[in-house]
Every structure is written in C-alpha cells, then in structure tokens.
C-alpha cells in the first residue's frame, strides 16, 4: 500500500484503510468546520469526497478556513476545495456541487456512504438530514462553532442531549417537528461570546470541531 498511509495503517490497519477507501462521503459547507472535515478525510484514505458549497473564498474566510488562501480569494470553495484535497491525495475522487443546497436540489443520497453537514443556515440543516434519514444514511451534524473561544469544550453527543449551544436549542425543536429521533452532532458547552450582528470566530475553535466530526466519521465508517 503507499507510503502516505503507514502511519494510519499502524493504528487502525491495513484492513481499515481499505475500507476507507472504498467509502463516499459528503460535505455539506466548506467553512471553517466542513474545510477540516474534508481534508481530514481524505488524508485518512477516504475514496471519494462529493463537496458542496456555493460560496466563494472571501478575505473574511482567510482568519479561518483552510481553503481560503490570498491565492483562492474569489475563487469557488469547491474549486478551491478540490485542487488542495488533490494535492493531498491525487488519486482522491473529488465531485464538486457549487450550490447552496436546499429542499429542490436533485441530490442522490443513497449514493453516500456518509453524509456531514457543516453549513450554517438551519433551514439547509434540517434538509440535509432528513434527505440522509430518508436514504438510510448516516449523518452527522455540527452545531454552532461561532462567537467561542474554547476549543475543549466541544462534545459528540445526540441532539437531545446537548445544552448550552442556541443552534443545537433550534435544531432539537425542528428535529421534533420532523419526527426525528436521534441524530448524532458536535456541539460546544461553551457559553457564546457577545458579538455582532455576524458571528465572529477564530482558527482554532471551527478547525477542532471539524476534527472530531472526520473522527467520528472514520470510526463509524470502519472501526465501530
């Protein structure tokens, strides 16, 4: 097997990798959270990686994001995306959505081994994972990342189990709304700092979130 995986190999073997790769994952949002998520993936020997976002890399984005670059400025976050994921594994396939998912996107989700949302907006959120639940895929989601400071105090717990975090008080009400039952996110104790009218944030809080969330996906995907 190549060299790029011996280190992984050492710790969840060759078996494990393999699997991996055979696996398709996709990212909903490109931001702070989903940036990591996805490099983190395909790093770990993820197959493929289907990457969905219809922004484009801002200057805002550079405090933060890791496809944002003075480079990518202007440049869609899929692109972006895609050229440095490659860079990172070259024999990675990478499908590129450039578009703000919503309930009339004609997306195939049983085609996923495994379905990630780190966009921001809830009415997408809430899409996203009943259009998972619908195909029997697992999903895992990622709260709020904004306005906080401390990157230990995220969790991996159920929705009905977080407390603290505003998005996830929302999302366990809409999830009720829609029947459903569970749903596994990354979620932050942390009380929110005061801030503007635009959520501010910092390198080292949306980046860990990513990180466990690519955590949780591979020890679903091959070690559980």
């Given at each position: 097997m190549d060299e790029r995986y011996e280190r992984t190999i050492g710790?969840?073997?060759?078996?494990?990798?393999?699997?991996?790769?055979?696996?398709?994952?996709?990212?909903?949002?490109?931001?702070?959270?989903?940036?990591?998520?996805?490099?983190?993936?395909?790093?770990?020997g993820v197959g493929a990686l289907d990457v969905i976002d219809g922004d484009t890399v801002?200057?805002?984005?550079?405090?933060?994001?890791?496809?944002?670059?003075?480079?990518?400025?202007?440049?869609?976050?899929?692109?972006?995306?895609?050229?440095?994921?490659?860079?990172?594994?070259?024999?990675?396939?990478?499908?590129?959505y450039p578009i703000f998912f919503g309930a009339t996107t004609p997306l195939d989700f049983k085609a996923f081994?495994?379905?990630?949302?780190?966009?921001?907006?809830?009415?997408?959120?809430?899409?996203?994972i009943k259009r998972a639940r619908a195909a029997n895929v697992p999903v895992i989601s990622s709260m709020g990342a904004g306005n906080k400071l401390d990157p230990t105090?995220?969790?991996?717990?159920?929705?009905?189990?977080?407390?603290?975090?505003?998005?996830?008080?929302?999302?366990?009400?809409?999830?009720r709304e829609n029947g459903i039952e569970s749903l596994k996110v990354?979620?932050?104790e942390e009380e929110p700092k005061t801030a503007s009218r635009t959520p501010s944030s910092i390198a080292f809080v949306p980046s860990v979130a990513g990180l466990i969330i690519a955590g949780e996906v591979v020890k679903d995907l091959v070690i559980s």
């Open positions: 710790l969840i073997g060759e078996d494990a990798v393999k699997k991996l790769m055979g696996k398709r994952v996709a990212v909903f949002g490109l931001g702070g959270v989903g940036g990591h998520v996805a490099e983190a993936l395909a790093r770990s801002a200057p805002s984005n550079l405090n933060r994001q890791l496809f944002a670059t003075v480079n990518t400025v202007g440049m869609l976050k899929t692109r972006a995306a895609r050229e440095r994921l490659n860079a990172v594994a070259p024999d990675l396939t990478v499908t590129e081994d495994y379905v990630i949302d780190a966009v921001d907006t809830v009415s997408a959120k809430i899409e996203i105090a995220f969790k991996v717990a159920d929705i009905y189990q977080t407390r603290v975090c505003p998005l996830a008080r929302i999302m366990r009400k809409l999830c990354v979620y932050s």
